[in-house]
């Protein structure tokens, strides 16, 4: 009996170390852009039941996502240092058994959206959809960000449905805001395996950008905070959101310092910066929201 227990519980801890939940970044940067739809579409004060659904949902998305990836990575991961001893690639855990915890956490997920609006649950099948899709990207385009940005944004539309039975042109530019956001911080990540993935043809934007990697960064997170002062406009915004949009300025600066040299592991911690850039924004936004309460 001791055995079997033991059994299940190095199983069960090779499937948190498969779903990441060892490392909650992932889940935080899909977390906070979530709750600045949520917030705006709640003005301030989203409905219970629609919070607890989003913030379940994107913590077993993203659980679900970290599983199909390291699927498709499953021949690669071995030849990357930061990642050959990932549970697939180290041989704890099986093919069959990473698909079958991937269907199981989509289970979980499309049981929780069906509490939600029939357009909430829609979209849904498209957010899974981009979600299984994202980790072959990288064998046949140098845009995987893109396309995990378009995952990561998924839940800004879904959001503002349930919340509001609508996807206005906020939502949508919220949605475009996290596209971009996630293609920064993503090919700042990308920038860490750039040599190990040059060498096993793995395509990425940090390595089609090349030399110019740190500049297109740049013009990139300009883009974000010109979206975000458009959407403070419209909604509209007042000075707690500029403060977290102004906080959220520093830290890209603070980013664009780390990656200047390119050094790997200076890479690492720009990427891990942004969520604090995400945190500042949703507390401007809450912040501005909850103020008008006060006054």
């Keep these: 009996m001791s055995f079997s227990v033991a059994t299940v519980k190095e199983r069960l801890y090779q499937y948190a170390l498969l779903t990441r939940l060892n490392r909650p970044i992932g889940i935080l940067l899909l977390l906070w852009p979530t709750m600045w739809a949520l917030m705006i579409a709640g003005e301030g004060k989203p409905d219970l039941l629609v919070l607890v659904v989003f913030v379940l949902g994107v913590i077993v998305m993203r659980s679900a996502g970290c599983v199909i990836n390291d699927y498709a990575d499953r021949n690669i991961d071995p030849h990357v240092r930061r990642t050959r001893d990932r549970p697939i690639a180290a041989g704890r855990v099986t093919s069959r058994e990473a698909l079958k915890l991937f269907v199981f956490l989509c289970l979980i997920a499309f049981g929780l959206v069906l509490l939600l609006n029939v357009q909430t649950i829609l979209l849904s099948f498209v957010a899974v959809a981009l979600a299984a899709l994202y980790p072959f990207a990288k064998r046949h385009t140098y845009l995987p960000q893109v396309l995990l940005g378009v995952a990561f944004s998924m839940a800004i539309p879904m959001a503002f449905a349930a919340q509001t039975d609508e996807i206005n042109r906020i939502a949508w530019l919220l949605f475009i805001t996290n596209v971009l956001w996630t293609m920064a911080y993503d090919t700042m990540y990308a920038m860490v395996d750039r040599e190990d993935d040059l060498k096993i043809g793995v395509k990425s934007t940090a390595i089609l950008f090349g030399e110019v990697d740190v500049i297109i960064i740049g013009i990139i997170q300009s883009m974000v905070f010109l ?32 990656i200047k040299y390119r050094i790997p592991e200076s890479c690492l911690q720009a990427f891990l910066n942004n969520n604090w850039f995400g945190l500042a924004i949703l507390a401007g936004i809450a912040l501005d929201f909850w103020s008008r309460s006060w006054l």
């Design 227 to 258: 979206a975000l002062f458009l959407a403070g406009a419209l909604v509209p915004m007042g000075a707690f959101f500029y403060m977290g949009v102004t906080v959220a300025i520093g830290l890209a600066l603070y980013q664009q310092e780390l």
